[in-house]
């Protein structure tokens, strides 16, 4: 009888677990994590896709599946295999990743894997004032003009003007020069899916020559009418200060906000005015000796 009971109380179980159409329940789901990483200091992705899912805020430059950093940055996927659509502003990557159970999978995508043209990007900019155009050349070739940065030092970076140019990966010889007479040039690398940022300024141009002089046309702290001035020489538009100087604590010659012109050696007009009404007139001789030669808009 107790042998009866057993047998009726394991069968009653076993029904239990059936489906009442008497079909077994779908196994349990099984899930993996992956994370999608961005190597070699690439451009941050634009998009980026899992299946038809977009995972685009999920990306990171850290490729350890264990680090605390990545911790909200892992993407939670039932086992199986999906497909990767990703790209950034200049390229893109289609690939594969089979999700294993409790395992972590890093997608890797790097300058090598892309997919398509290759390119990379080089960005010119110029953060001061007072120069006015810069032309730019890569290889000889104008590749377009940087324009004054009229809006102030708290413009810079990526919203002041710039030329950018997208190219094949490589070395490139530049060149550029300003209307005022700054002179750069260099070689840059471009990197498949990379852009480069090159700033043009007072600081790393080219010397001057030895029979020309910087004129720099500055208004001081203690100037009422400053500090955006207009500055004419001969005539013609030179450019345009955007900040008072303190010529003890600043070197006047590289001061981003100036009105800085090379000049031959000679005797030239100039006049200034400032957005208050404020106006100068006046000489100035360049001695045309590789010099700097200071005046000062008070």
């Known amino acids: 009888?107790?042998?009866?009971?057993?047998?009726?109380?394991?069968?009653?179980?076993?029904?239990?677990?059936?489906?009442?159409?008497?079909?077994?329940?779908?196994p349990a789901d099984k899930f993996g994590e992956v994370l999608i990483v961005i190597s070699d200091d690439l451009d941050f992705l634009t998009s980026a896709y899992i299946d038809a899912t977009d995972y685009t805020p999920s990306q990171t430059r850290n490729a350890d599946c264990a680090h605390p950093d990545n911790s909200?940055?892992?993407?939670?996927?039932?086992?199986?295999?999906?497909d990767i659509n990703a790209r950034n502003s200049l390229v893109a990557w289609n690939t594969k990743v089979i999700v294993s159970?409790?395992?972590?999978?890093?997608?890797?995508?790097?300058?090598?894997?892309?997919?398509?043209?290759?390119?990379?990007?080089?960005?010119?900019?110029?953060?001061?004032?007072?120069?006015?155009?810069?032309?730019?050349?890569?290889?000889?070739?104008?590749?377009?003009?940087?324009?004054?940065?009229?809006?102030?030092?708290?413009?810079?970076?990526?919203?002041?003007?710039?030329?950018?140019?997208?190219?094949?990966?490589?070395?490139?010889?530049?060149?550029?020069?300003?209307?005022?007479?700054?002179?750069?040039?260099?070689?840059?690398?471009?990197?498949?899916?990379?852009?480069?940022?090159?700033?043009?300024?007072r600081s790393n141009a080219k010397s001057i020559?030895?029979?020309?002089?910087?004129?720099?046309?500055?208004?001081?702290?203690?100037?009422?009418?400053?500090?955006?001035?207009?500055?004419y020489l001969d005539g013609e538009y030179i450019g345009h200060t955007l900040s008072n100087y303190d010529p003890s604590i600043v070197d006047l010659c590289t001061a981003?906000?100036?009105?800085?012109?090379?000049?031959?050696?000679?005797?030239?007009?100039y006049t200034a005015s400032s957005h208050t009404g404020k106006k100068w007139s006046g000489s100035v001789t360049a001695a045309g000796a590789g010099d700097c030669c200071i005046i000062k808009l008070e």
């Open 1 to 26: 009888m107790k042998q009866l009971l057993l047998f009726a109380t394991i069968a009653l179980i076993v029904m239990g677990c059936r489906k009442k159409d008497g079909t077994e329940p779908p």
């Open 72 to 82: 909200a940055k892992k993407i939670k996927l039932k086992t199986g295999t999906y």
């Open 101 to 201: 159970e409790n395992e972590c999978e890093i997608i890797n995508l790097n300058s090598s894997n892309t997919i398509g043209e290759k390119k990379g990007s080089v960005i010119f900019y110029n953060d001061e004032s007072g120069m006015r155009k810069i032309n730019v050349r890569l290889d000889g070739k104008l590749v377009g003009s940087i324009l004054e940065n009229l809006k102030g030092p708290r413009f810079i970076g990526p919203t002041v003007p710039a030329v950018v140019a997208i190219l094949s990966p490589g070395t490139y010889n530049y060149q550029a020069e300003s209307e005022n007479g700054q002179k750069w040039e260099g070689s840059v690398t471009l990197i498949n899916g990379k852009s480069t940022e090159l700033i043009l300024g």
């Open 209 to 231: 020559d030895a029979n020309e002089s910087n004129l720099i046309f500055y208004s001081p702290i203690t100037n009422s009418g400053g500090p955006f001035i207009d500055v």
């Open 256 to 269: 981003k906000w100036a009105v800085s012109v090379i000049k031959p050696k000679g005797t030239y007009s």
